[in-house]
């Protein structure tokens, strides 16, 4: 007997992706590109993101190494998700890819190589707050009298340090365009930003900004590392190319090289960030600087329904400066127009937002589907408050960060120190936290620690007690700062570091709890969030991982809470800054009168004022993909000056009145 048996070939060959199916010609066009440099330009929506993901995911199927790519997205989380996505097409160890905001892969490079520059490796990163402490010092040690004229407060000065880092100009050139009342003192910021430089070196930290003014100065001062670097990335591929500035281009151009592979996709429409400056001349002019580059555009916009683009497309419209874009939809029209909904008061808006939401939740629509958005954080007040008299659970992605809470960043404050034990503003701000201990005894105390051995050695082999016991501290303050000193022993033992869950247990039992009860009438919240960030931190063996990560999430990216937050089903509360790139089914964008948004300031500055609101005005629309509820209070109650009439946005009343149906809204408010 015989059995006939037949082999099939193994169909492992043929290709897991259908990229002509899940694309369209003009995004398959761009994936498919070959190397080279490629610009892709396109309105929103219409799968720039999409694009670049597929774009990794191409790169890798044709054999490409993850560790040769380099993606630059606009936050940490939108890098996740698209590498999520990858990973759900090919099957690599995406681990390897670099990906992440410019201040995060800024952290990576220098982490690496900071000896270059003269740092050492495990330095801090100083938020805001951290900045504008240090900036202080810098100030009151300089002997520069600041009483007799005006003079910009620590936290100005660090804000004209950052611009003048950001758009490549001088001190002179920002303080003449955006400063000109310091002219006066034009020498003494000057000369404060050499002291700050030099302070920064010696305190062993960098502020934001140093992420990237340092790893440019790196590259460029060492060509070896330039060399390398270019070599490993051999593709570099960045979102929202938009909203880059100088600084952002030329790490770009310095990675790529001028033959280098380079994809940047964005839309000029929604640059929103020149405030900071952000400068939407990289990507207009883009094909001029690498000439050989190809362009794609892509015209169809697969998000939102028709009557939502209808109104986008029209508002944008009123713009002079920008290319034009023929957006066309892709989803089939449901026959109901974008709501202009005015209310009678803040209150009812909060009131119409927190009904509406609840009845699109019974239609089955997630809370995560749902996202309010406003122009400034402080419009998102009384719709907190109604959100949780009604127990609709949100998530906040602006406004004062966890990250950047008092308690969060005095626990952080010890393990900052017990890493880097030459960071001035993290000994302060710790030893300020012991009763007894101001400001003067704690400069002393800085002073004789810089003395010690410990301050200066890379490895920190003996006790913090036997340095710190010695130390002279005013007499009440005796037994708390010997309790600190054994605490800080936990943190290192035996010139080994504790992993960061250890370290938050021993600086919460060592001393934290009791400050916490005394000083703050919600101790018990805080508790919480403390063990919350606990949990986080153990996903981290390397105490300096977990704080280069803390500090990346408080910083200007806007990722700001641990995961496990993000996933929960939560209605979204956002700025329109921070909206972008998102999309949610329905969206609520609110205290649309005008002042507000636009913002009153802006429209009294200039046109391209006007136009940066009207494109931020853009951004928030396109964020919805079925439903968009434009409301506006009627009168808006304020304090002093009792009710104001409010107008409804010139961004509404300029469109034709049958791109919206307004809804008349009878409450009982
Ligand atoms: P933004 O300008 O807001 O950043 P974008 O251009 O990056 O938008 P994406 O976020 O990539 O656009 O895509 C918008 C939505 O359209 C997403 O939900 C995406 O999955 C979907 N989409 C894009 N292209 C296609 C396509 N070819 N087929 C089906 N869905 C698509
Ligand atoms: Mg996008």
Redesign the pocket.
Known sequence: MAREYTLHQSTSSTPRIDYRA???EQ?YAAVTAPPGQTLVI??????????L?YRVAWLLDNGVLPEQILLLTFTNKAAREMLDRVTALVPVDIQRLWSGTFHSIGNKLLRWNSERLGYRKGFSIMDREDQKDLLETVVNNSGIDTSGFRFPKAEVLGDIYSMANNTCLSLPEIIASRYPYFDKVLDHIITLRKLYQTKKVETNCMDFDDLLTQSVALLKENPDLLERYRQQFEFVLV??YQDTNSLQSEFVELLTGADGNLMV?G?DA?SIYSWRGADVTNILNFAEHWPRARSHK?E????SVPEVLALANASIANNRAQIRKNLLP?REGKGTLPALVPLDSGSAQAGFVSQRILELMDEGVDFNEMAVIYRAHFHSMEIQMELTNRGIPFKITSGLRFFEQAHVKDVACFMKFAVNRRDEVSFMRMVKLIPGIGSTSATKLWNAWMKTDAANAEVMTGKFSDLLLPMSVPKKAKASWDQFAYTLDELIVDGKISTPPEMIRSIFDGVYQEYMQAKFKNAEQREQDLEQLSNYSSRFTDPLEFLSQLSLLSGVDTDNKPDQEEERDAVTLTTAHQA????WHTVFAVWMADGMFPHARAVEESDLGLEEERRLFY?TV??A?DELYLTYPVLNHQARDGDILMKPSRFITELDPELLEKWNVRSGW
């Open positions: 899940e694309l369209n995004q396109a309105g929103a929506g219409s799968g720039k993101t999409r694009t993901t979102d929202e996709v839309d929604q892509i169809v916009n697969y998000r892709a972008k790139g998102l999309e951004v396109t964020r993909k």
